[in-house]
């Protein structure tokens, strides 16, 4: 089946480590997202990459990194320098440009203990 | 940047009667307005868009109207169903996906 798979569904990490999570896709879009939804605050963009080896900041991207290193995939790591990780994190993929549809991976939550 | 505002954050409505969400966005440059739906544990997905040179969509029970000069936009649902439950998030943005912005959210209860 075509999707975007996130992995892990849930996930627990300890003060001062770094997590990353897995998003890959069998979509053959050029364009990648992360998402960071918070309840309430709806859904924020940390980072977007329109093309292998290449990515963008968005409105939220301190305290998080990312690679592109294959056209699947797109992993995202939390760094012990983002403040307040605890979050249900998002990536989707698109075609990029003006046509706009998202599509969603169902998510991974990260709980800081 | 944009400033996208959803009302309201929570709705019950009885099963077959209407449902209308509302949000406005802050930045007149804004020409697409996507809708998208999202369940219990999943991600969301796209139901309906609108591009600003359109007033008004609709796909079956859902519809979407559009006032540039007022700078809002509506989602409007039908008949609706119990399987109709769910968040609702509304999006603009002045260049596609790349740089959407998202409403709070509103979340949907149809009561059987």
């Known amino acids: 089946d075509g999707g975007i798979t996130q992995s892990p569904k849930y996930l627990f990490r300890k003060e001062g480590q770094n997590v990353t999570l897995s998003c890959e896709q069998n979509?053959?879009?050029?364009?990648m997202y992360w998402y960071r939804q918070d309840p309430g605050q709806g859904l924020r963009l940390i980072y977007y990459?329109?093309?292998?080896?290449?990515?963008q900041k968005g409105d939220i991207a301190e305290g998080y990194s990312v690679s592109r290193e294959k056209k699947e995939s797109f992993p995202l790591t939390v760094t012990s320098a983002q403040k307040n990780p605890t979050a249900f994190y998002l990536c989707?993929?698109?075609?990029?440009?003006?046509?706009?549809?998202?599509?969603f991976g169902e998510g991974s939550r990260l709980t800081v203990l | 940047g944009e400033n996208v505002e959803q009302h309201p954050s929570t709705l019950s409505v009885q099963e077959g009667d209407s449902a209308v969400i509302k949000c406005t966005y802050s930045?007149?440059?804004?020409?697409?307005f996507p809708w998208y739906k999202q369940e219990l544990g999943k991600g969301p997905q796209l139901i309906i868009d609108i591009r600003s040179n359109v007033g008004e969509k609709k796909d079956q029970r859902i519809a979407v109207t559009l006032n540039k000069t007022a700078k809002h936009f509506s989602l409007h649902i039908t008949e609706t169903q119990p399987e109709d439950s769910a968040v609702y998030f509304c999006a603009a943005s002045k260049s596609g996906a790349n740089n959407l912005f998202f409403g709070t959210g509103t979340r949907l209860t149809v009561i059987p």
């Open positions: 989707a993929s698109g075609t990029g440009g003006m046509t706009g549809e998202l599509f």
């Open positions: 990459s329109q093309i292998v080896n290449d990515f």
């Open positions: 979509l053959n879009h050029d364009a």
């Open positions: 930045d007149s440059a804004s020409n697409y």
